[in-house]
Structures are given as C-alpha cells and as structure tokens.
C-alpha cells in the first residue's frame, strides 16, 4: 500500500507564508524524485517545483525566489515552504513521486497525494 499525504495547507493573507508537508508510507522517498504539483478550479494541474535524488531543485517561473522544495529521505518526507503568497496562488496542492529527473509533468508522476487545499486572501 503506497500512500503519500499532504498537510499543512489552510487559509492565509497575501503576503503571508505555510509550510506544506507530504509523508510517504509504503515506499522509500530515497529514490525517487518528488514534485509539487497544485490545481485551481476549472484549470488543469501545474507544476509548482520539484527535487531530484541528490537535492537538485527545479521551479516554476511563477514561483521562483519565494517557494523552496526540501526533502528529508530520513522521515521520508517531502516539503514546501511558500513565502510572500499571492491570491494566485490558491490552489490545491498535491505531492507525487517519479522517476524522471526533471520531472514537471503529471506523467512523470507513479504516485500522488491527495492533495491539500491552500487559500490565500487580499
């Protein structure tokens, strides 16, 4: 049983800062590579960043400089750490392993949480 859960989203003002978390159970985090994933309604999913094998961090243009993805292969977890949010940046999130390094694709992706909702008000 591969299962992979997220937390710590909820509702926060813009300019404000969450820090998301994924736990893997089931599987090691060791080798594969983890991304970020979110998904607004009526748009279809993005990628947000990701973090290969050795720590190799890639991100989307829309949230360089203020988002940093971690990983803790010893607690098999997986993090997101979002600063200086903006309402755009409302969205479900969604954690996922792969094998591809980069990935940022969905189809990249074996394995997906169930993705936690992050709100971010004016």
């Known amino acids: 049983q591969v299962q992979l859960a997220e937390s710590g989203g909820g509702l926060v003002q813009a300019g404000g800062s969450l820090r998301l978390s994924c736990a893997g159970s089931?599987?090691?985090?060791?080798?594969?590579?983890l991304g970020w994933f979110r998904q607004a309604p009526g748009k279809e999913r993005e990628f947000v960043a990701a973090?290969?094998?050795?720590?190799?961090?890639y991100y989307a243009d829309s949230v360089k400089g203020r988002f940093t993805i971690s990983r803790d292969n010893a607690k098999n977890a997986v993090y997101l750490e979002m600063n200086s949010l903006k309402p755009g940046d409302t969205a479900a999130y969604y954690c996922?392993?792969?094998?591809?390094?980069?990935?940022?694709?969905?189809?990249?992706?074996?394995?997906w949480g169930q993705g936690t909702q992050v709100t971010v008000s004016s």
């Open positions: 996922a392993a792969g094998v591809r390094e980069p990935a940022k694709e969905v189809y990249e992706y074996n394995y």
């Open positions: 089931g599987l090691s985090f060791s080798p594969y590579v």
């Open positions: 973090i290969g094998w050795s720590g190799g961090r």
